[in-house]
């Protein structure tokens, strides 16, 4: 069973307004990864880190920041939401040091802003 | 590059029907190869995996086993319940020297009919 959490599951907000997701995992997994899923369920990779201190950025351009302070937390800011930011977010976890990148989801947060 | 190709859905079947959901891959090294399921409202989950050429992963009934001559990771079961009712992602991971990176499918979604 994979320990890894994101809150809120579900956030209604208005256009301009900051906000931040949170992702935590207990794994002590290095790579942790922010996807953003459209409704077609494609995923899109838009942020991934390597460790503390280390962020890039993915696939797709996303207007969000990443920030990894330490090793079991990776929140996702947006300074200023728009209703284009709406979707699904899903927050993982690698561990390469398995030797393969089997990785681990969070539930998800479906953002909304209005 | 490294590309994943899977079926396209929607993918309806009746209770007990056999089920395959192709997918494919490109690759320019030794992929491993994955199944995650989606369930609604959740998160991606592992399904089963495969690291090398003719193993096979299996779960819950699925099995897929890695062709490495036609490159494909097709995954199948002999019996579908409504409970399987989910988006399935087919994925590669592939690791490097100095990095190692993964890359989904863009999804199928498998609705079950009682």
């Known amino acids: 069973e994979a320990d890894i959490y994101q809150t809120p599951r579900y956030l209604v907000i208005g256009t301009g307004k900051k906000i931040t997701l949170e992702c935590s995992q207990t794994?002590?997994?290095?790579?942790m990864y922010w996807y953003q899923q459209d409704p077609g369920m494609e995923l899109h990779l838009i942020h991934y880190?390597?460790?503390?201190?280390?962020?890039e950025k993915g696939d797709l351009s996303s207007e969000s920041t990443v920030s990894r302070i330490r090793t079991e937390h990776f929140p996702l800011t947006l300074e200023s939401a728009r209703p284009s930011h709406t979707s699904q977010y899903l927050c993982?976890?690698?561990?390469?040091?398995?030797?393969?990148?089997?990785?681990?989801f969070g539930p998800g947060t479906r953002l909304l802003v209005l | 590059g490294d590309s994943v190709t899977q079926m396209e859905g929607p993918v309806t079947l009746s209770e007990e029907a056999f089920l395959t959901i192709n997918c494919t891959y490109t690759?320019?090294?030794?992929?491993?190869l994955f199944w995650y399921v989606q369930y609604p409202g959740e998160g991606l989950q592992l399904l089963l995996k495969a690291t090398k050429a003719d193993d096979k992963g299996s779960n819950k009934g699925f099995e897929a086993t890695y062709r490495k001559e036609t490159t494909s990771f097709h995954l199948e079961k002999g019996s579908v319940q409504v409970s399987d009712s989910a988006v399935y992602f087919c994925?590669?991971?592939?690791?490097?020297?100095?990095?190692?990176?993964?890359?989904f499918g863009s999804g199928t979604r498998l609705s079950i009919r009682p």
């Open positions: 880190s390597y460790g503390v201190n280390s962020t």
């Open positions: 993982a976890s690698s561990d390469p040091g398995q030797g393969e990148e089997t990785q681990y």
């Open positions: 794994m002590g997994h290095d790579k």
């Open positions: 994925a590669l991971s592939v690791s490097y020297s100095s990095a190692s990176k993964i890359i």
């Open positions: 690759a320019t090294g030794y992929p491993s």
